[in-house]
């Protein structure tokens, strides 16, 4: 599909989408302007909304949601503290997402969430990047989180965003951000961790769509720094876009190689046993080490998921366009198997 290199609408004026990608999200956010939308009796409930971000250091993995799913407001934290192997995380619902904000584009505004008196996110847009605070008293048993980061996005960096139609007039709309310097801390209870910028990194994951009632996907990505000193980021999927353009890509040292479709090799009855993720193109060959497997599952009459979220180490080859191949060893980062019927 074409890659964009101005601002276009993610919806056409005849109501249909604009497929094909950018490097900077280059597309405004009208989706509800869709005649797929217009046409579905409960089409403003079918919209999905999310905004996941992480940051990874040497000590800890930590990451923060908020979505909308047209009936539902969902709000999830976890870190996992990798020295002492130790997960914590919180999770609330929110019916029909009330006091739930999304920005309506990933450069601008403000996305938060309230969930009564119990826990409060922000994700604001601020010239120096992404600004993440979090207050959410009893978050691990007796303890709170508070939360104060910083994940820088230069203008420079390049990032991937994606426009993808899929079947009977559905569509999914990405934007996937890799290597952002972070700052700042997190506090649970009595013990904080640091976050500084010349070792943390941090991803943002910013996506909406018209999606269908059954949603299948798996998903790899993972942020650090090599022995030389490069800047490595990426972004993989499986399942969701493979019949049009995908969100596959990577970022090294600030520039982006759009990839072509990847497998995911695993065992899903042991699912803490190594992973092997390739590209078909040959760019991407790697090993994913799971640490820890942070699991849901929902059975609430027609509405399911059963997702494994883990966090581990990748290992192994990336070869950015025009470059020779690069290792990466033990990197942290995320890899997912969601299912979900909503």
């Known amino acids: 599909m074409s890659e964009y290199v101005r601002p276009v609408s993610m919806v056409n004026g005849d109501g249909l989408v604009n497929p ?12 509800t302007a ?5 046409r579905h009796f409960f089409g403003a409930w079918r919209l999905k909304r999310w905004e996941y971000s992480y940051v990874v250091t040497p000590t800890v993995f930590f990451a923060a949601q908020i ?3 047209g009936y539902l407001g969902n709000l999830a934290a976890y870190l996992y503290d990798i020295k002492r192997d130790i997960l914590m995380e919180g999770t609330l619902n929110i019916p029909f997402g009330t006091g739930v904000l999304l920005a309506d584009h990933p450069r601008r505004g403000t996305t938060s969430a309230r969930a009564g008196r119990s826990a409060r996110l922000q994700s604001e847009i ?7 605070t979090i207050d959410w008293p009893g978050f691990h048993g007796p303890d709170s989180l508070d939360a104060d980061l910083l994940l ?3 203008e420079e960096l390049e990032s991937l965003s994606v426009v993808d139609p899929l079947r009977n007039g559905r569509f ?9 310097p972070a700052a700042g801390a997190i506090r649970i209870g009595p013990e904080t961790w640091e976050c500084n910028r010349s070792e943390a990194l941090g991803e943002l994951d910013w996506s909406r769509g018209f999606l269908e009632s059954v949603t299948v996907w798996k998903w790899a990505t993972a942020s650090g720094r090599t022995r030389q000193g490069q800047t490595v980021g990426f972004n993989l999927c499986s ?3 493979d019949r049009g353009d995908n969100e596959n890509a990577m970022v090294v040292d600030g520039h982006l190689t759009k990839l072509g479709l990847v497998s995911f ?6 699912i803490m046993e190594p992973w092997h993720v390739g590209s078909h193109d040959g760019r991407i060959d790697l090993s994913f080490l799971p640490m820890v497997d942070r699991q849901s599952s929902t059975n609430a009459g027609p509405l399911q998921s059963h997702i494994h979220q883990l966090v581990g180490k990748y290992s192994g080859t990336v070869i950015p366009e025009g470059s020779d191949p690069i290792v990466i060893t033990d990197f942290v980062g995320a890899a997912e198997d969601h299912y979900a019927r909503w």
């Open 67 to 69: 979505a909308h799913l």
């Open 172 to 180: 999914a709309y990405t934007t996937k951000v890799t290597c952002m």
């Open 126 to 132: 601020t010239p120096e990047g992404k600004h993440i």
């Open 152 to 154: 820088g996005w230069p």
């Open 34 to 38: 869709a005649t797929s939308v217009h």
């Open 20 to 31: 094909g990608w950018a490097r900077q999200p280059l597309f405004e956010m009208n989706m």
């Open 265 to 270: 090799t695993y065992d899903r009855r042991h």
């Open 239 to 241: 399942g969701l876009h």
